[in-house]
C-alpha cells in the first residue's frame, strides 16, 4: 500500500513538473500586450478610448496572471492576443483624436487668417473713406474760398454760373492788353483757381459798337486770350480756362450814350460748378 501511495505522488510530481514545463520563459505575444498596453496608458489621450484601454488591461492582467502560475500556454496567449487587439484600437481612436484636433486647429488657424484679411480690407476700405471724405472736405473748403473771392470783387450768380465782370478801365482803348490796375484782381483770381483745380472758368469779351463788327470780334478774343495768358502765368492749369470772343453781340446796355457803351466794353468770367466736388455729390 505504501508502495502504492509512493507511485502516485511521484506520478503527480511529475506531473506537475510537466506542466510547468509546457510555459516557456518568454511569451511573443505576452511581450507585444504588455509593449502596446503601456504605450496607450501613457498617452496623454488615453481618455478617448477609456473602454478598450480597460479591456487591454484587464486581458493583460489575466495574461499575467496565468503566465505567473504556469498556466496553459493557449490560454496566456489568447489573452494577450485580446489585450493587444485592444491596445490596438484604443491607439487608433487616439490617432483620429489627434487627427480631428489638427483638422480643426487648420480651420481655427484658416479663420484667423480669413478675419484678418477682412479686417485689412476693412481698413483700408475705412482709410479710403477717410481720404476721400478729406478730399472732399478740402474742395470745399477751396471752393468756399474761390466764392469768397468773387464775392470781394462783387460777382453774380446766374444761370450759367457765377459771373464776374471786368470792366473796360482794365484795358487800353482799342486795344487788348491789360492795365497794371488789373493784374491784383488776377492775382486773386489766379490763386483762387490754383486752390481749386476742379473749377472752370470761361471768359468772354465783349466790345460796344464802335468800328467794324470784324474789328470787335478780333478785339474781344484777343481781350479773352490776354486774361487768360495773365491767369496761366501765374499757375492755373490750361484745362480750367476756355476764351470766346462775342465781339459787339450781346450788350448789356444801350450803344447809344457813353456810359452804355463803357458798360458794353467788358470781360466776364464765368466760374463753373468744382467737378470734384459735383462727383462726390
Not at 487591454?56 to 502560475?69: D, V
Not at 488657424?109 to 473713406?129: D, F, H, M
Not at 450803344?255 to 470734384?276: L, P, W
Amino acid at each position: 500500500m505504501k508502495s502504492y501511495s509512493r507511485i502516485l505522488i511521484g506520478a503527480g510530481l511529475a506531473a506537475a513538473l510537466g506542466a510547468c514545463s509546457t510555459t516557456p520563459d518568454r511569451i511573443e505575444s505576452l511581450e507585444n500586450a504588455r509593449t502596446l498596453v503601456s504605450q496607450v496608458e501613457a498617452s496623454p489621450r488615453a481618455g478617448v478610448a477609456a473602454s478598450n484601454v480597460a479591456e487591454a488591461r484587464k486581458s493583460l492582467g489575466e495574461a499575467n496572471r496565468l503566465a505567473e502560475s504556469g498556466g496553459d500556454l493557449n490560454d496566456i496567449e489568447f489573452q494577450s492576443t485580446v489585450a493587444s487587439l485592444n491596445a490596438q484600437i484604443a491607439n487608433e481612436k487616439i490617432l483620429a483624436a489627434d487627427a480631428r484636433d489638427e483638422i480643426e486647429k487648420g480651420t481655427a488657424e484658416r479663420q484667423a487668417v480669413l478675419l484678418q484679411s477682412r479686417e485689412r480690407e476693412a481698413q483700408t476700405r475705412a482709410a479710403e473713406a477717410e481720404r476721400r471724405a478729406q478730399e472732399a472736405r478740402e474742395a470745399t473748403l477751396r471752393a468756399q474760398t474761390l466764392e469768397q473771392e468773387l464775392a470781394d470783387l462783387k460777382a453774380k450768380k446766374t444761370d450759367r454760373g457765377v459771373v464776374l465782370t471786368l470792366g473796360d478801365v482794365l484795358f487800353e482803348t482799342g486795344r487788348a492788353n491789360l492795365q497794371p490796375g488789373a493784374y491784383p484782381t488776377i492775382d486773386r483770381l489766379a490763386s483762387a483757381l490754383k486752390e481749386a483745380p476742379g473749377r472752370t472758368v470761361l471768359i468772354e469779351g465783349h466790345t460796344d459798337s464802335v468800328g467794324s463788327a470784324e474789328f470787335n470780334q478780333r478785339l474781344s478774343e484777343n481781350r479773352a486770350e490776354s486774361v487768360q495768358r495773365a491767369l496761366l502765368e501765374r499757375g492755373v492749369a490750361s484745362n480750367q480756362i476756355t476764351t470766346v470772343g462775342k465781339g459787339e453781340t450781346t450788350p448789356i446796355a444801350s450803344n447809344d450814350s457813353a456810359g452804355g457803351r463803357q458798360q458794353n466794353r467788358r470781360v466776364e468770367m464765368i466760374f463753373q460748378e468744382d467737378r470734384a466736388i459735383a462727383s462726390d455729390e
